[in-house]
């Protein structure tokens, strides 16, 4: 495809990539995306999943939250994919300055990747509510109903819940990645939802890459937009 041959000359000429990567990422590796119509939603429940993932629904339906948490996020035994591993191989070469993730599945960093800002948080990171403790993501899939800590108090996941605004740290970190990089590249991502999406327009660069199975809305601000399944583009970027 001639798309993909332009997209391996960009990668080539560049040793600062900045990548924001989305569910269709995760999607090669099982992980299903609740947002899109053959995703998690489940008749099983009562609510959608935006409401169920939401701020005031963890605090107000602590029990039901982790029934549907437990159930549909637990991604403990997905393995990264042909699009992580690719972008772990770019960051040890040097090309690649950082990963920008929507994903909280942890893939890219059992892909092995160092430099990756999980927007939306992680599955890997919880913490008491109360005292702060860490815990890992076993110790809460594991737990009966809700996880408590040892001091009693309830723990959260470090994901980033409808009605939660992602880490100040991250969204200027992110900025800071977008706004030096001279290649960025969007891949699996719709783009709709903000503010990751507001991250495109701190680019400044004229190689913007749109890689998604599906039209963006951003597509028209992209030089060069590939719109295939993903695993298609880099069997052909890795041949
Ligand atoms: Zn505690």
Known sequence: MKEIEELKKIINESNNIVV????GVSTLSGIKD???????????YKYNPETILSHSFFFNNTEEF???????????????????????????KGKLKCIITQNIDGLHTKAGNK???????????NHC???NKFYDAKYVFESKK????????????????YEEPPNTSDIDESIKYIQKSDVLIVIGSSLSVYPVSGLINYYRGNKLVIINRDKTTYDFLANLVINDELDHVFNELNS
């Open 20 to 23: 924001l990567s989305g569910a």
């Open 34 to 44: 609740f947002r899109s119509k053959d995703g998690l939603y489940n008749i099983k």
């Open 66 to 92: 982790y029934e549907f948490y437990k159930d549909k996020l637990n991604c403990l035994d997905k393995e990264p994919n042909i699009v992580h591993k690719y972008f772990y191989e770019l960051e040890k």
């Open 115 to 125: 430099n990756v800002i999980e927007f939306h948080g992680t599955i890997y990171k």
């Open 129 to 131: 509510t109360k005292c």
């Open 146 to 161: 809700i996880p408590l800590c040892e001091c009693g108090g309830i723990i959260k996941p470090d994901v980033v819940l």
